[in-house]
């Protein structure tokens, strides 16, 4: 699973928050680690540098093979919680979505494991005339 990183101007951090934002992602969606090809990550300051009660932002955005995008947001304090925030409700959505999609998948065996009566017909008569020969 690749996390991609981005940030407005307010936020600095550079390679430390990036590690950081990685090893959360991993840990809070490890369970999709098979069926996740990439999730994006934004960070801003919604206040533009002013200080506030919940002037952090994260949004994540995840990208679940075969299904759309899924993304949560979270806005806190400080940039570490708003990280932990978004990825723990990105992890309940993931959930939902992909139970959703499992849910609605067809069940039972795929086409390419299934006969056509023709196919069947032809078997039967093959079988016959196996022992008949014999």
């Not at 506030?52 to 990208?63: L, N, Y």
């Not at 299904?67 to 409700?89: D, N, W, Y």
């Not at 998948?105 to 008569?125: F, I, M, N, R, Y």
Request: charged share 30%.
């Amino acid at each position: 699973m690749q996390v991609l990183v981005k940030s407005d101007h307010h936020i600095h951090g550079g390679e430390s928050v990036a590690e950081r934002v990685q090893y959360i992602v991993e840990a809070e969606l490890d369970r999709f680690v098979g069926r996740i090809t990439r999730v994006e990550v934004f960070l801003s300051d919604a206040a533009g540098g002013k200080h506030g009660a919940k002037d952090k932002r994260c949004v994540m955005e995840a990208r679940p093979a075969g299904i759309a995008p899924v993304a949560a947001s979270h806005e806190a304090p400080t940039v570490l919680e708003a990280i932990e925030g978004a990825a723990s409700k990105l992890q309940r959505a993931l959930g939902h979505s992909l139970g959703k999609h499992d849910a609605s998948s067809p069940k039972g065996p795929s086409d390419a494991d299934t006969s056509t009566v023709d196919e069947l017909e032809q078997l039967e008569k093959w079988q016959k005339d196996r022992s008949t020969r014999k």
